[in-house]
């Protein structure tokens, strides 16, 4: 039978316009400097079995992305990471941003916080400030977010252990600034698994852990609806020495976790599917981070609809923030790290991510200066704005080299989930340390590699200068920890600490309870002015401390 080619584009032309006409874009015609006009999608002519395979944006496996326009209706969010010092100095750092023309924040805290200390405790000692914005109490938060409109601007925060803290401070100020939890928009990370395999700032052993994350998925979808529960990390799996399928893999191992989690504490899987978000690093190999992302994308569609037989789309869909890699990084020439930052920026905005963070050239040496920010976030705003790459719906789909390592890297994924599943899932395959020894055998022969110069990075092992100058770098004042400790003092003298041991003795109340849950007991501590060291002191009474074997 012979089928006319010309009848064939007709179809599949006319099909792109009926799915995808419906939805706004950003302007009415999009065309390159030469006027020549550019579609909305592209596929394969003449060949309806490969389009088919490659399925349309915003349709399941979402291999080309999970929102039908992609970013012809909206750029990505551009959410740089920023904190450092006190909350007053990162308040600065914030608006300054904002005003630059960043549309998302994003929070980075420092190690104190990360671990539930506070400021004056002596696990503190050297370290206030140091890595990101130090938070005790909710007047901390309240400086933070002074005159950020919660109810326009969509936060972030990086925090895991004591996430639900943090998520509650965060509802406290949005209440006193009179916008309802409802109406508050953001992510927190979450992500306790992670810290196991790779970063290390736990607190509570797994199965409380656990616990918590399910409290906050449980209050969210209650009370705090348009809140992202969880951002389930691969970037520090990435960061301390993984490849790019294992990242993939352990992370979506990793998801698959929470989901079980959270189903076997009572959810309906729908429920809570369309608020989870992941995280993924980009580095500096361009065609298999795009790969990667795509591949990632349709695993876990697959996952969510076949394994776990969710019925929403939403429930399916691998919606990421990505980070470029802070790994890649080299103190030697840091000017250099502009161009790897270009490079894995525009890998990640063309694997779809939906939001963004550019690192700063100086982050070998120290925090970002002022300057190196602004850099950073102009990198985004060229690619958005001048580069043409958001112009048209996955610009390298159909890319012979493209398609076939996307196939390549699911096949490794699949691999090794079903190593991981065979173990019993991410939580045993953790305490057995299997990710561990994977990520460390590949981070050695990496380095190893490299100091046999069979990899070569610019500046540190080839094309090396005689004499480096280095730019002007940022300083935190030696002064903020005591100012810091001063501060939490006058907090504590002057709330009322009668009503702060009553919120405390009913949260290790609740926390022996295991049906309980615990959000309402710290939203009443928070609001109280319980510091997150208290709050974080009676849970470890109650859950005790992880301590790693591996």
């Keep these: 039978m012979h089928i006319d080619s010309q009848d064939i584009e007709k179809k599949w032309k006319d099909a792109v316009d009926q799915k995808l006409k419906r939805?706004?874009?950003?302007?009415?015609?999009?065309?390159?400097?030469?006027?020549?006009?550019?579609?909305?999608?592209?596929?394969?002519?003449?060949?309806?079995?490969?389009?088919?395979?490659?399925?349309?944006?915003?349709?399941?496996?979402?291999?080309?992305?999970?929102?039908?326009?992609?970013?012809?209706?909206?750029?990505?969010?551009?959410?740089?990471?920023?904190?450092?010092?006190?909350?007053?100095?990162?308040?600065?750092?914030?608006?300054?941003?904002?005003?630059?023309?960043?549309?998302?924040?994003?929070?980075?805290?420092?190690?104190?916080?990360?671990?539930?200390?506070?400021?004056?405790?002596?696990?503190?000692?050297?370290?206030?400030?140091?890595?990101?914005?130090?938070?005790?109490?909710?007047?901390?938060?309240?400086?933070?977010?002074?005159?950020?409109?919660?109810?326009?601007?969509?936060?972030?925060?990086?925090?895991?252990?004591?996430?639900?803290?943090?998520?509650?401070?965060?509802i406290a100020v949005g209440e006193k600034q009179g916008v309802p939890k409802e109406k508050l928009t953001g992510t927190i990370q979450n992500d306790i698994l992670k810290e196991y395999i790779a970063r290390g700032t736990y607190i509570f052993p797994p199965k409380p852990s656990i616990r918590l994350i399910t409290n906050i998925m449980e209050y969210c979808q209650q009370y705090v609806p348009k809140f992202n529960t969880i951002s389930i990390s691969g970037y520090h799996i990435r960061e301390a020495g993984s490849t790019a399928v294992q990242e993939a893999a352990f992370t979506l191992a990793n998801g698959k976790a929470y989901v079980d989690a959270a189903i076997e504490a009572g959810l309906n899987v729908d429920s809570f599917a369309p608020r989870l978000a992941f995280f993924f690093n980009a580095h500096n190999n361009f065609f298999e981070e795009i790969a990667k992302f795509r591949a990632a994308r349709r695993t876990w569609a697959r996952i969510m609809r076949e394994h776990y037989h969710a019925k929403d789309p939403n429930s399916w869909k691998l919606r990421f923030h990505t980070q470029t890699g802070g790994s890649t990084l080299t103190a030697q020439q840091p000017d250099n790290n502009i161009v790897r930052v270009t490079l894995q920026a525009l890998a990640a905005v063309l694997g779809g991510t939906q939001s963004l963070h550019t690192n700063s050239r100086d982050e070998a040496l120290a925090l970002p200066t002022e300057e190196s920010a602004r850099i950073a976030l102009r990198t985004q705003q060229i690619l958005a704005h001048e580069s043409g790459i958001a112009d048209t719906i996955d610009p390298l789909g159909g890319s012979y080299f493209i398609e076939d390592l996307t196939d390549r890297i699911e096949l490794e994924i699949e691999s090794y989930l079903k190593q991981i599943d065979d173990l019993g899932g991410a939580v045993n395959a953790i305490e057995e340390g299997f990710m561990q020894r994977e990520i460390h055998r590949t981070a050695y022969e990496?380095?190893?590699?490299?100091?046999?110069?069979?990899?070569?990075?610019?500046?540190?092992?080839?094309?090396?200068?005689?004499?480096?100058?280095?730019?002007?770098l940022l300083k935190v004042d030696e002064q903020l920890e005591q100012e810091q400790i001063a501060a939490l003092t006058e907090v504590k003298s002057k709330r009322n600490n009668e009503l702060v041991q009553s919120s405390l003795q009913q949260l290790s109340w609740a926390a022996n309870q295991p049906d309980e849950n615990l959000m309402p007991y710290i939203l009443n501590a928070v609001k109280a002015y319980a510091s997150i060291g208290e709050i974080c002191t009676v849970l470890r009474k109650s859950f005790g401390e992880y301590r790693s074997n591996n």
């Design 23 to 170: 939805f706004p874009e950003r302007k009415q015609r999009f065309e390159t400097s030469s006027e020549i006009e550019i579609e909305r999608l592209y596929y394969q002519k003449n060949h309806p079995e490969y389009n088919e395979k490659l399925g349309f944006p915003g349709e399941y496996p979402f291999t080309r992305g999970i929102q039908p326009t992609m970013y012809r209706s909206k750029y990505w969010t551009m959410r740089q990471y920023a904190g450092y010092g006190s909350a007053k100095e990162t308040n600065k750092r914030f608006r300054y941003l904002l005003n630059q023309g960043q549309t998302g924040l994003s929070v980075a805290f420092d190690l104190p916080t990360q671990i539930g200390y506070d400021s004056d405790d002596v696990m503190a000692e050297g370290e206030v400030g140091k890595v990101g914005v130090a938070i005790d109490t909710l007047a901390d938060m309240e400086q933070l977010l002074d005159q950020i409109p919660l109810d326009s601007v969509s936060t972030s925060m990086t925090i895991n252990a004591p996430a639900s803290i943090l998520l509650c401070m965060y």
């Design 446 to 472: 990496s380095h190893k590699r490299l100091e046999k110069g069979e990899d070569i990075i610019v500046g540190l092992n080839q094309f090396k200068l005689d004499e480096e100058v280095n730019p002007e």
